[in-house]
T-cell receptor
Framework: GESVGLHLPTLSVQEGDNSIINCAYS??????FIWYKQESGKGPQFIID?????DKRQGQRVTVLLNKTVKHLSLQIAATQPGDSAVYFC?????????FGTGTSLTVIP | ETGVTQTPRHLVMGMTNKKSLKCEQH?????MYWYKQSAKKPLELMFV???????ENNSVPSRFSPECPNSSHLFLHLHTLQPEDSALYLC???????????????FGEGSRLTVL
C-alpha cells in the first residue's frame, strides 16, 4: 500500500508571498503524483501532476518538486493570491491506485 | 466545470430513509469511482467501475449500494444509514480503466450528506 501525509495541516501566507506545501509518501514504488486544490463546498480540482521519471514540473504560478530519495513532494505557489485560499492535498499512485493525504489548509492574508 | 456532475449537492436524511446520489460524466471516460471524504481524513475509495463493471468494493457496508447502468452514469443508493456516514461523497472518473496506465482523476463537486 501507500501512506501519504502532509507536513502541516494549516498554512498562512501574506498575499504576494510564495507558498510551499509539503507532502511525504512511504512507498518508493509510487510512480505518479497529483496535487489537488479543494475550495470550500467544491470538489477537488487538478492543479499539476508529475511522474516519477521527473523531479520538477512547472505550471502557471505553480511548481511541483519530487525528491524520490526522501520520498517527498512539494507544491510551490508563486505570488500567492486570495483566490489560492483552499485545502491542498497530494495523491500518490501505487499499483494503479491513488492514495491521498489529508490536506493542508492554505489561508492567504490580504 | 470538470465534466463530472453530481446531484444532489446537499442531502439530509433520516436513518430509515432511502435515497440515491447521482453522478454523470461528460468526458467519455472508462472508469468511475465513489469516494468518501470525512473531516480530517484522507479520501476513502469506496467503489470502482471499469467499463460499467464493478471491479472494486473497498469493504463498504451493504447500506451503500452502487449502480452503474452505463459508462457515463453512476449511482450510490443509500439505505438505513448511520450518523457516522455523514460526509462528502465524491464521484470521480478517469480516462483509463483502473489497472491500466495511470492518469488523472476528475472529481465532481460532491454530495454533502447529513444523516440525522
Amino acid at each position: 500500500g501507500e501512506s501519504v501525509g502532509l507536513h502541516l495541516p494549516t498554512l498562512s501566507v501574506q498575499e504576494g508571498d510564495n507558498s510551499i506545501i509539503n507532502c511525504a509518501y512511504s512507498n518508493s514504488a509510487s510512480d505518479y503524483f497529483i496535487w489537488y486544490k479543494q475550495e470550500s463546498g467544491k470538489g477537488p480540482q487538478f492543479i499539476i501532476d508529475i511522474r516519477s521519471n521527473m523531479d520538477k514540473r512547472q505550471g502557471q504560478r505553480v511548481t511541483v518538486l519530487l525528491n524520490k530519495t526522501v520520498k517527498h513532494l512539494s507544491l510551490q505557489i508563486a505570488a500567492t493570491q486570495p483566490g489560492d485560499s483552499a485545502v491542498y492535498f497530494c495523491a500518490a499512485n501505487t499499483g494503479n491506485q491513488f492514495y491521498f493525504g489529508t490536506g493542508t489548509s492554505l489561508t492567504v492574508i490580504p | 466545470e470538470t465534466g463530472v456532475t453530481q446531484t444532489p449537492r446537499h442531502l439530509v436524511m433520516g436513518m430509515t430513509n432511502k435515497k440515491s446520489l447521482k453522478c454523470e460524466q461528460h468526458l467519455g471516460h472508462n472508469a468511475m469511482y465513489w469516494y468518501k471524504q470525512s473531516a480530517k481524513k484522507p479520501l476513502e475509495l469506496m467503489f470502482v467501475y471499469n467499463f460499467k463493471e464493478q471491479t472494486e468494493n473497498n469493504s463498504v457496508p451493504s447500506r451503500f449500494s452502487p449502480e452503474c447502468p452505463n459508462s457515463s452514469h453512476l449511482f450510490l443508493h443509500l439505505h438505513t444509514l448511520q450518523p457516522e456516514d455523514s460526509a462528502l461523497y465524491l464521484c470521480a472518473s478517469s480516462q483509463e480503466p483502473r489497472g491500466a496506465s495511470t492518469g488523472e482523476l476528475f472529481f465532481g463537486e460532491g454530495s454533502r450528506l447529513t444523516v440525522l
